[in-house]
C-alpha cells in the first residue's frame, strides 16, 4: 500500500480527542497527572522481544502470492545458510494466507489450496499447527497475520493478482475485530505461533464512502486511521483495539513469550503510545525498493531515539534488500539500508526468495559484525550526531564502556568528505581511538581528534570504535537513550515532522500538490537537539550533550540502582518561542523530590541540578511550567549525565 493509497478523507473522519499528545497510559487505565512522578518505571514488561527481533517476512518477497512452498524453502534456507544461527528466528507469513472466516462459530480458515499441509483430519478442519511444528522443529519461530479491523489490506487495495478471502460479506471478515479472544487463542494457543503483526486497513480503508462499500461487498468501517492528517485519527480508540489484542495476548500465553508487531504506519500518534502496548509499531508508511522510499522510512526513526529500547522497538518496516535500489545490481545501496536499519536498532526482517539468494546478498543479511551491532543487549537506538541532508553521522553507544558503532551515510547524489571527530564519539581527542570497519572486518589505524571518509553518492561506512570516554566516571542520558522512558512529551498540539522525507508517490507521481508531512513526533523529546532540531543552548552557552525537550514534559531514566550522582545545567533553551514564561526543573528519586531549581525565565543562565541518586532505581526528570505559555517552551537539560 502506499501513502496515497492510504489516505481517507479527512472529512468524513471524527475528531483527536484529547490526551493523545503524551505517552498515554494504558488502555484500561484513567488519564492522570501527567506531571505528576510515579515513582517505578512505568513502561510495561509484555511479550519476549529484549533485542530487535529478526526473521523473514513473506510479504516484501511475495504480497498475496505466499504459498507453503516458498515459505518453506526459504525457512530452510534461513537454516542452511546460517542465518538462523546469526539470529533470524522469526518466519512470518503476512497478508495471503487466509480462505475465510468459518461460519457460524467464526473459526479462521486456512486457504490450503497454497497451503496444502494444514489441511488436516476432519471435513473442511484447517490448522496451521503442522507448519508451526515443522519451523519448531527447525530451530524457528512463526509469525502470523491479521488486521484490526474487520478486513484486510489486500482487500482494501487489492493488486491485480492478489488472492483474496472467499465466500459471503460475513465470511470475508478476515480482521480480529469482534474475535480478538477466539483468533488469538487459535493462532496462540491451538496453533502455536509465536508472533504476530496486527495491520491497520480495517480502520482506514472501508469507510462508507467506499466504492467497495457502497457496492456492498464490505460492511463500513469508520476511517479511524486518517493517515495524511495529524489531528484527525480517533487516537483513544485506535489505543483501546490495539490494547485488547495485547491483553489477550498476555491471557492467552501468560508465559509472556509474544511478540506484538502493531502496524498503523506511524498514524495517529502511534510514536508516543506504540510502546506502551507493542513490543515494536511501524513508524511510517510501507518501504519500497526505491532509495527516497527508504530515506522516508529511515527519517521515520532517526529522531525518535527516545522511544525505543529493550521490548520495545521504533519498526521502519521490513527490509527491502534484493529488489529495485538494493538488489544485487546496487550493493551499495543494499549495505547502506542494512547499516541504517542495523544502528537504529529495527527488526531485521528479510523479504526476499531465499531459495534463490545471491551470495552477495546473503553477505549483507549474513554480516555478522554489523548484527552484532543490532543485536547489542543495552539496546540503544543510535543517534545524530551530525545531520545534513547531505550527509549523516549516525552513534550508537554499546553495551561495553567506550564501545560505539557509526554510521556515516552520504544521502546525496555528490560525492562527500564525511569527518568523524571523537566529539561526535563523545570521546576525548587527546587519548587514540581505535576503529573497525564492519563491512570490511579489518581494524583500520587508530585516530586520535578526527578521522575522514570519502564516501560516493549513498554510500555509508560502518565502524565499530574504542576509545576513552570523555567523562572518566559516567554516561551522558543521551548515550543511553534506551534507559529513557518518556512519560509525558508535553506536546500540546500534535505537529507533523517535516524533517522526514518525503518521496513522490509511486501512484501518484506529480499529480496534486504533493506529499505534506504526516507523521506525528515535531516537538517530541530529543538526545543532543532541541525537539526542534536545534542545537542545545541556554543563555548562549551550547550543549553538544544533553536532553531537548519540552516544558510540561516528564522523563523516566532506568537507573536500577547503579548510579551515584545525577548532575545536569538546567533551563529554557535559546530557541524557546515562548520567552515570558517560567520553568521550574524537578529531579524525582523513586517518587522523592531530590532537587529542583528556582523558577526560571528565559533570562537566566543554566542552573546547575546536582544529586546524589545512590540506591535510585527510577529517576524523573520534570520540567514544570509556571504558569500558562502560548508558545511551545523549549527546555534543555544540558549535559544531564549519571555517574557510577
Ligand atoms: C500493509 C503493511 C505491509 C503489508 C501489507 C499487506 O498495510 O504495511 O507491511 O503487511 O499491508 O497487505
Not at 500500500?1 to 487505565?29: D, F, H, W, Y
Not at 529522531?303 to 534488500?321: A, C, K, V
Not at 576503529?435 to 589505524?445: F, I
Request: charged share 25%; aromatic share 10%.
Amino acid at each position: 500500500m502506499t501513502s496515497i493509497q492510504k489516505r481517507t478523507c479527512v472529512a468524513c473522519s471524527m475528531i483527536l480527542i484529547g490526551a493523545m499528545s503524551r505517552s498515554a497510559p494504558a488502555a484500561s487505565e484513567a488519564p492522570s497527572d501527567p506531571l505528576a512522578p510515579a515513582g517505578a518505571w512505568s513502561e510495561k514488561v509484555f511479550g519476549h522481544a529484549p533485542l530487535p527481533p529478526m526473521g523473514w517476512n513473506s510479504w516484501n518477497a511475495f504480497h498475496t502470492q505466499i504459498d507453503e512452498a516458498k515459505l518453506m524453502g526459504s525457512a530452510r534456507a534461513i537454516v542452511d545458510f546460517g542465518l538462523r544461527d546469526l539470529g533470524y528466528r522469526y518466519v512470518n507469513i503476512d497478508d495471503g494466507w487466509w480462505q475465510n472466516r468459518r461460519l457460524p462459530d467464526g473459526r479462521m480458515m486456512v486457504r490450503t489450496g497454497t497451503f496444502p499441509g494444514a489441511k488436516i483430519a476432519g471435513p473442511g478442519e484447517t490448522s496451521f499447527r503442522p507448519l508451526v511444528d515443522a519451523l519448531h522443529g527447525m530451530g524457528l519461530k512463526a509469525g502470523i497475520y491479521t488486521d484490526i479491523g474487520r478486513n484486510a489490506c489486500s482487500q482494501g487495495y487489492p493488486e491485480p493478482d492478489s488472492l483474496l478471502p472467499t465466500g459471503s460479506v460475513a465470511e470475508r471478515e478476515v480482521g480480529i475485530f469482534d474475535h480478538v479472544d477466539q483468533d488469538i487463542t487459535l493462532y496462540f494457543k491451538e496453533w502455536g505461533f509465536d508472533y504476530i503483526k496486527v495491520d491497520g486497513c480495517g480502520l482506514n480503508a472501508f469507510s462508507e464512502d467506499k466504492p467497495a462499500v457502497k457496492e456492498g461487498r464490505f460492511r463500513a468501517f469508520p476511517a479511524y486511521v486518517v493517515s495524511d492528517a495529524v489531528n484527525q485519527s480517533r487516537v483513544a480508540d485506535i489505543r483501546n483495539l490495539f490494547g485488547e489484542v495485547r491483553d489477550a495476548m498476555m491471557r492467552v500465553r501468560p508465559e509472556n513469550d509474544f511478540v506484538f508487531s502493531i502496524c498503523n504506519w506511524g498514524t495517529a500518534n502511534v510514536r508516543a503510545w506504540g510502546r506502551d502496548l507493542g513490543n515494536l509499531w511501524r513508524t511510517s508508511d510501507d518501504i519500497e525498493p526505491r532509495w527516497s522510499r527508504m530515506l522516508y522510512n529511515f527519517d521515520s526513526v532517526a529522531t525518535r531515539e527516545l522511544y525505543s529500547g529493550p521490548g520495545h522497538w521504533n519498526d521502519p518496516d521490513m527490509l527491502f534488500i534484493g529488489h529495485g535500489d538494493f538488489d544485487a545490481g546496487h550493493l551499495r545501496e543494499a549495505r547502506t539500508h542494512f547499516a541504517l536499519w542495523a544502528i537504529e536498532d529495527a527488526p531485521l526482517m528479510i523479504g526476499y526468495d531465499l531459495r534463490h539468494a545471491p551470495k552477495a546478498l546473503l553477505d549483507i543479511w549474513g554480516a555478522a559484525e554489523i548484527v552484532a551491532v543490532n543485536q547489542d543487549p543495552a539496546g540503544n537506538q543510535g543517534v545524530l550526531a551530525f545531520t545534513s541532508d547531505d550527509v549523516q553521522i549516525i552513534v550508537k553507544q554499546l553495551a561495553n564502556r567506550g564501545e560505539k558503532a557509526v554510521v556515516l551515510f552520504n544521502r546525496g547524489t555528490e560525492p562527500a568528505t564525511a569527518t568523524l571527530t571523537a566529539g561526535h564519539l563523545k570521546f576525548s581527542p587527546s587519548e587514540p581511538i581505535r576503529v573497525r570497519d564492519l563491512w570490511s572486518r579489518r581494524d583500520l589505524p587508530p585516530f586520535t581528534q578526527e578521522l575522514s571518509f570519502k564516501l560516493a553518492p549513498r554510500e555509508s561506512v560502518m565502524l565499530r570504535v574504542r576509545g576513552r570516554s570523555e567523562l572518566p566516571e559516567g554516561w551522558y542520558l543521551s548515550e543511553m537513550p534506551a534507559r529513557l522512558y518518556v512519560a509525558a512529551d508535553g506536546i500540546r498540539a500534535l505537529e507533523a515532522d517535516p524533517q522526514i522525507h518525503r518521496p513522490v508517490p509511486q501512484d501518484s507521481g506529480t499529480r496534486g500538490g504533493g506529499p505534506r508531512p504526516a507523521l506525528a513526533g515535531w516537538g517530541g523529546p530529543r538526545a543532543d537537539s532541541t525537539p526542534y532540531n536545534n542545537e542545545l543552548r541556554i543563555h548562549g552557552a551550547a550543549y553538544v550533550s544533553g536532553i531537548g525537550a519540552l516544558a510540561n514534559s516528564r522523563l523516566q531514566v532506568k537507573a536500577d540502582g547503579g548510579f551515584k550522582r545525577f548532575s545536569a545545567r538546567v533551563g529554557l533553551d535559546d530557541s524557546s518561542r515562548e520567552r515570558a514564561t517560567k520553568v521550574r526543573f524537578e529531579v524525582y528519586g523513586d517518587g522523592r523530590l531530590l532537587v529542583q531549581s528556582p523558577e526560571m525565565g528565559a533570562d537566566a543562565a543554566a542552573f546547575p541540578l546536582v544529586t546524589d541518586v545512590a540506591g535510585v532505581k527510577t529517576i524523573e526528570l520534570v520540567a514544570r511550567e509556571i504558569g500558562v505559555a502560548h508558545a511551545p517552551t523549549v527546555v534543555t537539560w544540558g549535559e544531564a549525565a549519571l555517574e557510577r
